[in-house]
């Protein structure tokens, strides 16, 4: 039998379980027996003679003479299983401190110094070699060399190579999958416990797992889970070697997110979980990120949107509401003088019935008379009284009320002086008052010469139009351009960019999300550092640039350096809105995605490009979004950046558009307060005694001349009121004239009237 057979039958046994591969050195991998418990006292001893010690049941491995050759005298190298007492790292670290050491411990698979330097995994490669063969030589090469502050020592570590399986070993693997769906290899002593049947129940997945264990040194790992993944199309295929995981199946994505974020937490390092529960975890998670989520209402417009959108309108009505400013003042006029003459309408009847009522009372005591100036004066009374019937106007009471009051002074010569006394001295108070007013109104005219509220109106525009417009805002010109083609594609990718903006529009559907794709000039100007500093800086600057425009969106920015590598930002809007779910606001709802997204991507293969990282993103908003929000936030409609006649017009839109406001509000102000809905206690009074006239004014029954003379003084005290004590006053000669009728009445009818 050749050698060639021989080492493939020893693969076979071992893959199958038949043979166990011997244990490292200082590495107890076979058994359930549990490591005996640290002695910190021993390797304190042995520390103190040599610069490297290995603990009893330590698991890491590494090239000794790599790191031996980077090691100083100052340095000393201890490497442990997982520590169970917090008390031997104390005793650990007081020792460093007190012999002028620094120590540098690998507990489990984390590497860290007393100097506070923490070693972990940086990429894809460098995680399947620590955490597949337990190889920490790389990190701990890294903290070593800080520690010493030298680049001592050879990097060229091999790294672990990664192989397709044969053809053989795929169809023995499925077949042992179709009889058991879960297969633990010999020498695995972290089993995977539980059953296909509990994993499918919790997570919801079918699934196929292996688990083999940890790869010796210079072992390549056999990358099984593409393989069965094909053969197993429905289910998810997961692949174990030591503490890493491969995964594989539908919704690869998300099964590729969950598994890395699984391993960003460093005290995973230290005492990393069971697989079982390492399986469980990612299954869960990629469950979530799976779960399909309802859209909510699209984004609404900004306040900025919106008025480059109505501006020409806004403008335009505007412009009609103050040049109509002249009409509604003509109209709110002509309004005040009917509502005018309806109320001196009113209190004219009254005062018309009165001097009726006094000169019939004058009648009836001269009834016996029949001298020419009674037969004169009952002649008045009836043409008065007919002209009281059909007056609609307060001109024709007038004209009744002198026919009555010249029937009077006929019949009673005394009155015409104390009606000619009367007569002068309401025409020197209204002299007076008319004087008054004109001088009141003269200061007033002096005072509001100024429009001060016009002014004001102005002023208000103007701080509105600078808070929506924002017109000091200067956007670069390729964020402009940027956020112009965002109007109609939430993708924009420069013309050289090698992306696919198909799979990255397919991938962020109708979520608040956009994503622009540049290529960076500076690449081909500056060196390498240089490239990536200034990049760094521009993309992010490039980002709040585009969010300022989009605010109501997350934005993502990729700046290509060269064909391969690129930098990225990821920034959201101002306007973005706030979880409704739980007690933050949106910018700890947009760096919880983006932390998130970061430790998905943080494992992914250098070459799988932006739109995995896309992918990330979308799959970690999406699972912020369900807990923040219960839906996705849908993206709105974007504007194109504001040139100079859009703020010009802006400007005239927002300003003029305050000035109408005012102007509009202060006309109805105006009628507002002449109004009966601006006095409803004397809109309440005049209807009583609108209501009380019907009884007192009948002008088939003689009426009362005091009742009719305190009838009409009432309604010329409702039309003066000026306080409330006013109104008490004129309800309390209502209710009296209310008693008087109510008593006339009553003597009416016991008279057999």
Known sequence: MTTRVVSALVAALTLFGLLAPAPALGQERGGADRPA??????????????????APGAIATFDEDLITRALTDDVRLLVTPSLRADEDMQRLEDWAEGTGRTLVHVEGLLVSSTDGITGTPSDLSTLRQHTAAHDVTRELLGVVRYTVESDVGDSSHAPLEVVTPTASQTADLVERLRHDRIVNASGRTDRVERSADELTRGTGFTVRVVAFPPLEPGEPLVDHAPALAERFPDDVVLVAHGDW?????????????????????????????????????????????????????????????????L??????????????????????RRWRDRRAERH?????????????????????????????????????????????????????????????????????????????????????????????????????????????????????????????????????????????????????????APVDADRIRQLIGERAVVVAVLSDPVSAQQPDDAVSSVSSV??????????????????????????????????????????????????????????????????????????????????????????AYGDLPRRGPIAEPPGGADLVLGLLAVVGSAIAAY??????GWMLLRSDLAHPRATHLRERLVRLGDRIMDPARPGDPETARNYARAFRELDQVRSPYDHHAVERRIERLEQDVTENVTQDTAAGR
């Open 344 to 496: 001196a309408f009113l209190v004219t009847r009254a005062e018309t019935f009165a001097a009726l009522a006094e000169l019939a009372d004058q009648l009836r005591t001269q009834r016996d008379d029949s001298s020419p100036s009674v037969s004169a004066a009952a002649e008045r009374h009836a043409h008065a009284t007919a002209l009281f019937d059909r007056a609609t106007t307060a001109t024709a009471l007038k004209e009744a009320t002198k026919l009555a009051t010249r029937g009077t002074k006929d019949l009673r010569k005394r009155a015409e002086n104390r009606n000619s006394m009367t007569r002068a001295r309401r025409t020197r108070t209204g002299t007076t008052a008319k004087r008054t007013g004109n001088t009141v109104a003269g200061r007033t005219r002096t005072w509001a010469r100024w429009p001060w509220g016009i002014t004001a109106a102005f002023v208000v525009g103007v701080v509105v139009f600078f808070l929506t417009m924002d017109p000091l805002r200067n956007p670069t010109e390729r964020a402009s351009a940027v956020v112009t083609e965002f109007v109609h594609d939430p993708v924009y990718v420069a013309d050289d």
């Open 663 to 668: 102007l509009v509000l202060r006309d109805l």
């Open 311 to 332: 501006a020409p309108w806004l403008a335009g009505g505007a412009a009609l509401l103050i040049a109509t400013t002249p009409l509604r003042r003509a109209l709110a």
């Open 37 to 54: 418990p640290f002695d910190v006292d021993a390797a304190l001893d042995a520390l103190s003679e040599q610069r490297i010690y290995r």
């Open 538 to 627: 521009s993309s992010t600057a490039l980002c709040d640039d585009i969010a300022e425009l989009v605010p109501t969106s997350m934005v993502l920015v990729f700046s290509f350096l060269d064909d391969e590598s690129y930098r990225e930002s990821a920034c959201g809007g101002p306007d973005f809105p706030a979880p409704t779910l739980v007690d933050a606001d949106a910018e700890d709802f947009l760096l919880d995605v983006e932390l998130s997204a970061s430790d998905g991507e943080r494992y992914h293969d250098s070459g799988d490009g932006v739109a995995t990282q896309v992918a990330e993103y979308v799959l970690a908003f999406d699972d912020e979004a369900s807990q």
């Open 245 to 309: 995981l491969e995964v594989a199946g539908p919704q690869q994505a998300a099964l590729t997110s969950a598994r890395n974020r699984s391993y960003v937490d460093d005290a995973g390092y230290r005492a990393g979980p069971a697989m079982s529960d390492r399986i469980e975890s990612v299954l869960t998670r990629a469950r979530r990120l799976t779960t399909a989520h309802a859209f909510g209402a699209p984004q609404p417009r900004t306040s900025a949107h919106l008025v480059t959108d």
